[in-house]
């Protein structure tokens, strides 16, 4: 036979001051209400990334549609979804060029990026920690050319490579590709900030050479700098159009960004490169997203960890 133990006064007063009851957490913390300011600094975070969500998915929903459904449908929302056909048919239009534009940016972006990134990282790293004369005044000129436009050089570099016969090959959008003021400048504040002096001349003192310091060490530690400009100057190179219209006059050497261009110039003759157009657009951001989805962690640690001396 069970017996209940009755309430007392004590008990009560125990429970009513329990979290639930006095507005605390688990952890027994208060609760804090959100400030009208938070509240207002979400909101607007909310709207821009609503701001800048919607043409990614106005590209997605209309990438599902036919060439009528285009124009004669709701632009936010499916009507008679064709996804693989449509698909099919990018790929498939003129022997398959869009294939070739895209090795063609994976090219110019993949390889210009990486070889961008090691000759940004030798420069910023001996601008860093060697010692020499005229040091700062080449720094200088390195700031320069990051506030210099790089459509303001495109017409001087096709006369410079017209002269040498490099135009219209892949050689004249790879080579203006490597060079990344901005990544010398990212990476000299970096090597400042993440290579200790101390880690240098113990390598030198074990009889380390200064090209394998900077082979082992220095790439390993400036790591995070170096994704990041990877991943700037991938996008920025992927992304590119006034370059290659410039350079290149055989569409077979096209990237992505003046193939579709030229069909989207071709869409008023043939209305079936409109969508043509807007499927491949869809399927041009992919590579970018995936790169952002995979180095965004490096990206966010580069830059702070970049820009605060240690």
């Known amino acids: 036979m069970s017996v209940s133990t ?27 209400a959100l400030k009208p300011s938070r509240i207002l600094l979400i909101a607007l975070l909310a709207i821009a990334a609503l701001y800048f969500l919607l043409p990614v998915y106005w590209l997605v929903v209309a990438s599902t549609k036919s060439s009528a459904g285009l124009f004669g449908s709701f632009g936010l929302w499916f009507s008679d979804p064709r996804w693989p056909h449509n698909l ?22 993949g390889v210009g990026g990486a070889l961008a990134t090691l000759l940004a990282c ?11 004369r005229g040091r700062e005044a080449v ?4 700031l320069a050319g990051v506030l ?21 090959t892949y050689w004249a959008v790879l080579i203006p590709s490597v060079v990344s003021p901005f990544g010398v400048y990212l990476c000299r504040i970096y090597a400042e900030a993440a290579v200790p002096a101390e880690m240098l001349e113990a390598a030198r003192v074990d009889g380390a050479g200064e090209w394998r310091i900077f082979g082992t060490l220095v790439l390993r530690t400036m790591t995070p700098a170096l994704v990041t400009v990877f991943l700037f100057q991938f996008v920025g190179i992927w992304n590119n159009y006034f370059l290659p219209l410039v350079m290149l006059s055989d569409d077979h050497k096209y990237p992505l960004t003046l193939g579709l261009t030229t069909w989207q110039s071709a869409a008023e003759r043939h ?40």
């Open 6 to 32: 009755p309430r007392t006064e004590e008990t009560v007063a125990t429970s009513a001051h329990t979290p639930r009851a006095t507005g605390q957490d688990r952890g027994g913390k208060p609760r804090r």
């Open 88 to 109: 099919s048919q990018v790929f498939s239009h003129d022997d398959g060029i869009f294939w070739d534009w895209t090795w063609n940016s994976l090219l110019y972006a």
């Open 122 to 132: 030798a420069a910023g790293y001996a601008l860093a920690v060697y010692r020499f």
């Open 139 to 142: 720094f200088k000129g390195v």
């Open 148 to 168: 210099l436009p790089s459509t303001a050089l495109a017409l001087p570099m096709y006369l410079l490579f017209s002269k040498v016969n490099l135009a219209d």
């Open 271 to 310: 209305p079936e490169l409109y969508q043509l157009t807007v499927g491949g657009a869809f399927l041009s951001i992919l590579p970018l997203a995936a790169a952002m989805l995979v180095l965004q962690r490096y990206w966010r640690s580069g830059l702070t960890q970049g820009s605060v001396k240690g």
